[in-house]
């Protein structure tokens, strides 16, 4: 990233939201358009900044799920928290038009590209699928062939983020291939589970894949990330091919 570049990574914007779908029962994604469109990579993030009349301001960090060909808009899929400041803002009182302060893209350690090559593994719980999904969606549109294969964690089958999408990419093959873990329903199809993520389900996961990852991405809540990586070490995974990034720290 040159200097201009990084200036402009930390230098707020007014996006406006242009459109919103809902995803999930606690999901939904926020498209904003942006007045000054930028050129990210896969994995990274942006901050988005909330003021009160009396001067209060809470800042918060979404992952980007669009892929980097998206140009002049960026998608965020942001996950309802209850106790949270931002979210429940969103979910409840932002609409189509409203403008919102944005800045970045931030962020350069969980990001892949497909010059960066692969087999490629990434493990995802519930909204902690949104970086991963702009990897999926950036290495469908490069037309890359790169091995890469999608572990999916959520509690049940309407609580998958993207799974139409994620269930069409499986179907097509072109060397992706979705294992999806359901923790509080049985399986849907052949070859998924229903159970938590652990070292010996990921095991059984990585002999599925034609060789073993060079590129490890993990990303959810702190005891998802911490469970899965150690299930990726405890695996046979090398500690340094694998990335994390933990939502709710």
């Not at 990579?41 to 009160?52: E, I, M, P, T, W």
């Not at 803002?89 to 350690?109: C, N, S, T, Y």
């Not at 139409?164 to 291939?177: H, K, N, S, V």
């Not at 990852?213 to 702190?222: E, Y």
Request: with cysteine; glycine share 10%; proline share 8%.
């Amino acid at each position: 990233m040159t200097e201009p570049q990084r200036a402009a990574a930390v230098r707020w914007q007014n996006a406006r939201i242009a459109r919103i779908e809902p995803r999930t029962g606690r999901i939904k994604s926020f498209f904003f358009a942006l007045p000054h469109p930028f050129v990210h990579r896969a994995g990274q993030h942006v901050d988005l900044r909330l003021s009160a009349p009396d001067g209060y301001q809470a800042v918060r960090s979404y992952s980007i799920a669009s892929p980097p060909g998206m140009r002049g808009e960026i998608e965020l899929a942001i996950d309802r928290l209850d106790d949270g400041e931002v979210s429940p803002f969103f979910h409840d009182v932002a609409q189509v038009g409203d403008e919102i302060e944005l800045r970045g893209p931030l962020g350069g350690h969980f990001v892949w590209s497909v010059e960066d090559g692969g087999p490629l593994f990434l493990v995802g719980g519930g909204s902690g699928l949104v970086p991963l999904m702009a990897m999926i969606r950036h290495r469908r549109e490069a037309g890359a062939d790169t091995p890469a294969l999608l572990l999916l964690s959520a509690r049940s089958w309407d609580d998958l983020l993207y799974r139409d999408e994620l269930l069409e990419f499986d179907r097509q093959g072109e060397g992706f291939a979705l294992v999806l873990v359901l923790t509080r329903e049985p399986p849907r199809r052949a070859g998924d589970y229903g159970r938590r993520i652990d070292a010996a389900l990921i095991s059984e996961v990585l002999a599925r894949m034609p060789a073993p990852p060079k590129h490890v991405f993990v990303c959810g809540a702190n005891p998802f990330v911490n469970a899965a990586a150690d299930g990726a070490v405890a695996a046979g995974l090398p500690a340094e091919a694998i990335r994390t990034e933990r939502y709710g720290t």
